[in-house]
């Protein structure tokens, strides 16, 4: 599923050599000199707090889940995350001079521009895959189209990115119809979960001035509401669930306004490195 | 197959044609597989064996996943959460492994949860710093290796099949625990400490994994005899500190053996004595983490029941669906 780790060249050696770094940046990363305008890295960085809050989250649920199999597929869909995160703040960084752990460890809460619907908690199996089909929709149009983007760094992480989250969007959709039809209570939580998260849908397809600057190069989040709609609605349709009707969050992530979730998730993810400044792992 | 007699194990005189059959696929190192008859003494001891160890991968994702949301780059998080994906892996393809001899998958998971079926005791030990994902793959899971390269010729297929697999990611795990190690030598005071505080923890807890010396190991001699088993539980303790030794003196930790020295004559390396007490405390359910760990793996059963009786409902009423497209 991810590239961002590389096992199968691994030979069975066990009792020899030992010292091997087996992970690495994907080859445009580290090939290309290409440096991010401080436009295009705040467009970065949209995109690659979003994957690492949604990895960071879902990685809490291994060892935790409700069947092994899911134990596997959720650590695959943060997996895959973890890596569009760290070719995305890699990117980013290179406006700054800064590394992709700078970004990740080093920023404090208004700095960091994740969409609320990422930093909403998992709550139970429901709420995650709640959370996972709507933003896995999402993120499945967005990377289609920023294959094409004129930025060639970005349109590269998009083109491998897009062939994983196809898969998350299979896996979320699949849980979904299950669930809504399972037994009485897997489909009263379904419908629970999705009012939960549907509040934080619309800030997903909000425009920004950042955007009008990047005419070609980012995807205009508002052009994809139309076809994030036509794919879930069959879905949706299936399932016999309706779009929740209510709250609209605020939001505000592309601008450092952020949930009360989001500092408790970076105290964690961030305390033992902040422990230790300059430190190398 | 020819006969029907079903065999009577306790008989003391002439074997069947089957059980003859057995013994000449094990002298022949060839393999058993699923169809094949076995003595049911033989079956059982695979079943323990195998669900013992589905178990401990299982249980020990527990130990590291701790840090998953702590993990200090980015870089390691990727890896720390492949790695404990990898042991949920291992645990799927061991199941099913014992459900070709006939053990059920709910079967085993209930005897995990109600305490009765036993996993590695290693998992009993807890994780308090970062270093221990460094001292877990490389003392941890290079006591597994050295326990699981000969299970990967083990008499019984699947099994062995399995084993192949699962060594082939076991030695990734060690790479990166010994390099966990490694940047942390290389590292702070702090960091060293930490490294070398967490080696002092995880050394006896890693060399107990090969279970009770030779000469007090019940079930050691007929899984030798049956080839499940190829080598002595000290036989494979001593490779493992052999195999350490070198690669401690390249990390810059000491090993907390005072004993510990080169003997000329068997060119091994000695060690002191274990502290057998410990192991049998653990063992009996009274180490660190026992209870912790159960709890936390009922509570992840218990809280996904509804989820996996909702997937096994939708399941049922997508195939009636079928069934009644079928029929019109």
Known sequence: MTDAVNKDSIEVDAHGHVAVDVTTLDAELIEGPSVATPDVAEYALWLGDDSLVLAQQLGAWISRAPELEEDVALGNVGLDLIGHARSLLHYAGTATDRTEDDLAYWRTEPDFRSLHIVEQPNGDFAHTIARQFIVSHYLFELHSRLRASADATLAAIAAKAVKEVDYHRDHSTQWVLRLAQGTDESRRRMITALSDLWPYVEEIFRDDPLIDRLEGIAVRPSSLRPAFDAAIAPVLAEAELEIPRGFVASGGGRTGKHSEHLAFLLAEMQVLTRAHPGASW | ?328
């Open chain 2, 1 to 328: 197959m020819t006969s029907t007699i079903t065999p009577d194990t306790s008989a003391p005189v002439a074997i069947s044609v089957e059980e003859q059959q057995f013994n000449d696929l094990i002298e022949a190192d060839s393999r058993i597989e699923p169809r094949d008859w076995m003595p049911e003494g033989y079956r059982k001891s695979l079943v323990r064996q195998i669900s013992q160890h589905a178990h401990s991968e299982i249980i020990g994702m527990q130990p590291e996943s701790n840090w998953i949301t702590r993990a200090p780059s980015l870089k390691r998080k990727a890896i720390l959460m492949a790695k404990v994906q990898d042991e949920a892996g291992h645990g799927l393809y061991l199941y099913s492994a014992a459900q070709t001899l006939g053990a059920t998958r709910d079967d085993m998971t209930d005897a995990l949860i109600a305490g009765k079926a036993r996993y590695s005791s290693i998992f009993n030990y807890p994780t308090p710093s970062w270093a221990d994902m460094g001292s877990i793959g490389w003392l941890v899971d290079g006591a597994a290796i050295c326990n699981q390269v000969p299970l990967c010729r083990a008499s019984y297929g699947p099994y062995g099949r399995a084993m192949v697999r699962i060594c082939k990611e076991e030695s990734f795990h060690q790479r990166q625990g010994f390099e966990i190690l490694l940047e942390l030598m290389q590292g702070t005071e702090e960091q060293r400490q930490m490294a070398q505080d967490s080696v002092n923890r995880w050394y006896w807890p890693a060399l107990m994994m090969f279970g009770p010396p030779d000469d007090d190991s019940p079930n050691s001699a007929q899984s030798m005899a049956w080839k499940i088993k190829r080598h002595s539980n000290d036989e494979l303790r001593q490779r493992f500190v052999n195999m350490l030794v070198p690669q401690a003196a390249v990390l810059g930790v000491t090993l907390p053996d005072p004993d510990l020295h080169f003997n000329e004559e068997t060119q091994q390396w000695d060690l002191g004595e274990i502290d057998w007490t410990e192991f049998h405390e653990v063992l009996a359910g009274r180490g660190p983490n026992n209870a912790q760990r159960l709890q936390r793996r009922r509570d992840a059963h218990d809280e996904g029941a509804w989820v996996r009786e909702a997937a096994a409902a939708y399941a049922h009423k997508q195939s009636a669906r079928t069934e009644e497209m079928a029929a019109k």
